[in-house]
C-alpha cells in the first residue's frame, strides 16, 4: 500500500515540480547568456546589471523553490491527511504508518531532487560544474577527509527530522478541538525545545568521550575544530536526531492511528 500511495503522490505532484525546474533551468541559461556578454564587454553598463540582475533572480528563485517545496508538504499534509481529505484517507484499509512515511519519503525525495536542479542550473550559470570543490576543501580543511561521511549522513538525517518534527506538530495541534494552526505552533515550539536540547546533550557526550569531561573545543591558536571531535559529534548528533526521527514519527502514527479531530 505504501508503494501505492507514493504513486499517487508523485502522480500528483510532478508535473507542478517539473515546471518550476524547467523555470529555474531557463533563468540559469538566462544568466550564464549575460554573464558571457558582460565578459565580452565589460564596459557595456546594460550587460552588467542584467548579469548581476538574472543572478539574483536565480538565487532567490533557487532559495523559493527550496522554501516552497518544505511549505507545499505542509499544506499537503495538513489538507490531504488532517482537513477534509482526511475523512477519505481514514476510510480506505491504509495504515497510519503509510500515510506519514508516503509523505514523509515523497518530500525527502523532491527535496534531494530540488536541490540537485538548484546546484544544476547555478551551475549552468557559472559555466561551473565544480564550483563547491573550493568550497568543500575549505569547509574541512584542518578536520581531514574521514569526517565527510558522517558530515553527509548527518546532513541527511537533519532534512528527515526537520520535515519529522514539522508533520508532527500538525499531528500533535490537530488533536485539539478548537484552534488547531495555533496548537500546531505550539507544538512546533515543543519539538523546537526537545530537539535543541537534545543536540545540547549530544555536545556535552561528545565532550565527554573525547576530554573526559566539559572543555572548550576550539582551540584558541588555530581555531579549528579537532578532527577527532568534528568525527564524533557528526555520528553521535546523527544518533540522535535518528532517534528524534522515530519518536516523532511515532507520536503522528499514534495521534493518526487515534483519528484526530478532522475538520
Not at 565589460?42 to 533557487?62: D, E, H, W, Y
Not at 481514514?90 to 525527502?108: E, F, Q
Not at 549552468?124 to 558522517?150: V, Y
Request: hydrophobic share 55%; with cysteine; charged share 15%.
Amino acid at each position: 500500500m505504501l508503494g501505492k500511495l507514493l504513486k499517487h503522490e508523485y502522480k500528483a505532484t510532478y508535473k507542478m515540480f517539473l515546471s518550476v525546474y524547467i523555470f529555474v533551468a531557463i533563468v540559469g541559461v538566462i544568466s550564464l547568456m549575460f554573464n558571457e556578454l558582460n565578459e565580452k564587454s565589460p564596459m557595456n553598463t546594460v550587460f552588467s546589471v542584467c548579469s548581476i540582475t538574472m543572478k539574483g533572480v536565480l538565487i532567490i528563485a533557487i532559495v523559493v523553490m527550496l522554501i516552497g517545496t518544505v511549505l507545499m508538504y505542509i499544506l499537503r499534509y495538513r489538507s490531504n491527511i488532517l482537513k477534509d481529505e482526511g475523512y477519505l484517507m481514514n476510510t480506505l484499509p491504509v495504515k497510519a504508518r503509510d500515510l506519514v512515511l508516503s509523505k514523509l519519503i515523497s518530500v525527502i525525495v523532491w527535496l534531494l531532487v530540488t536541490a540537485f536542479v538548484s546546484y544544476c542550473a547555478y551551475s549552468i550559470s557559472k559555466l561551473d560544474f565544480f564550483w563547491a570543490e573550493s568550497m568543500l576543501k575549505s569547509f574541512f580543511e584542518g578536520m581531514g577527509a574521514k569526517i565527510l561521511i558522517p558530515f553527509i549522513a548527518y546532513l541527511f538525517v537533519d532534512i528527515i527530522l526537520i520535515m519529522s518534527q514539522l508533520f508532527t506538530s500538525l499531528s500533535v495541534g490537530y488533536t485539539f478541538s478548537d484552534n488547531k494552526d495555533v496548537m500546531s505552533l505550539a507544538a512546533y515550539a515543543g519539538t523546537y525545545v526537545i530537539v535543541q536540547l537534545s543536540n545540547i546533550i549530544g555536545l556535552i557526550i561528545t565532550s565527554f568521550i573525547n576530554f573526559g569531561g566539559l572543555k572548550i573545543i576550539i582551540e584558541s591558536e588555530s581555531n579549528e575544530i579537532p578532527t577527532d571531535f568534528a568525527n564524533s559529534m557528526f555520528i553521535i548528533m546523527g544518533i540522535i536526531a535518528v532517534l528524534l526521527v522515530i519518536l516523532f514519527n511515532t507520536v503522528s502514527i499514534k495521534m493518526l492511528s487515534n483519528k484526530l479531530n478532522l475538520e
